[in-house]
């Protein structure tokens, strides 16, 4: 926010709208990542590590899916959705271009979830943080002022930073395979 509000009013009401349009995407998400949560801890408690995997590796899909669902639906609708949060033409053009950006993230939200059914709740934590400051806080004022990117390049770093954190989580996920859950449950 500190950062977009260089850009001036008009960026940062778009902004603004588009952060509380985009929370339309990622409510299934989150849906899905509190199920990942209970459905592999579940499995994960009861000693039943084939189920963990496969609730874990079923949520990520669903998760990755319904993202994608989103993510094509903002795109195409992101006008009209941003209308509905403005009647600025300039902040519903320039919030809308920024919802066309919108990451693939559910996969983040939802392998974390996933991880922390598993007890691996430091890593979620770790990969948010390092994602955060390292990810976005980095490339976002680089983008903003060194490309002379504008409001695109916030949310471009927003995007870099989500991709990072869902492939970490991800891979970390598949490391868990049933063998290595029976072998180190506690």
């Not at 500190?2 to 603004?16: C, E, S």
């Not at 992101?78 to 950006?101: G, K, N, Y």
């Not at 559910?106 to 430091?122: E, F």
């Not at 934590?125 to 504008?150: D, N, Q």
């Amino acid at each position: 926010t500190r950062i977009n509000a260089t850009l001036g009013t008009v960026a940062l009401a778009a902004d603004h709208v588009a952060v509380t349009a985009e929370g339309l995407s990622y409510m299934p998400a989150d849906g899905i990542s509190y199920a990942a949560t209970a459905l592999v801890g579940q499995s994960y408690g009861a000693q039943e590590f084939e189920d963990a995997h496969r609730f874990g590796k079923l949520s990520g899909l669903t998760g990755l899916a319904f993202s994608t669902v989103m993510g094509v639906m903002l795109f195409i609708f992101a006008t009209p959705l941003a209308s509905i949060f403005s009647s600025d033409p300039a902040v519903i053009e320039l919030a809308a271009q920024m919802l066309r950006i919108e990451p693939l993230f559910g996969v983040a939200i939802v392998m974390s979830g996933a991880l922390r059914g598993l007890g691996d709740t430091r890593f979620p934590l770790v990969i948010s943080l390092i994602g955060m400051w390292g990810v976005r806080c980095v490339l976002a004022p680089t983008l903003v002022f060194g490309f002379k990117m504008g409001l695109a390049g916030s949310w471009i770093a927003m995007v870099c930073d989500l991709c990072v954190r869902g492939l970490l989580c991800a891979l970390r996920f598949k490391r868990f395979t049933p063998q290595y859950l029976a072998e180190n449950h506690r």
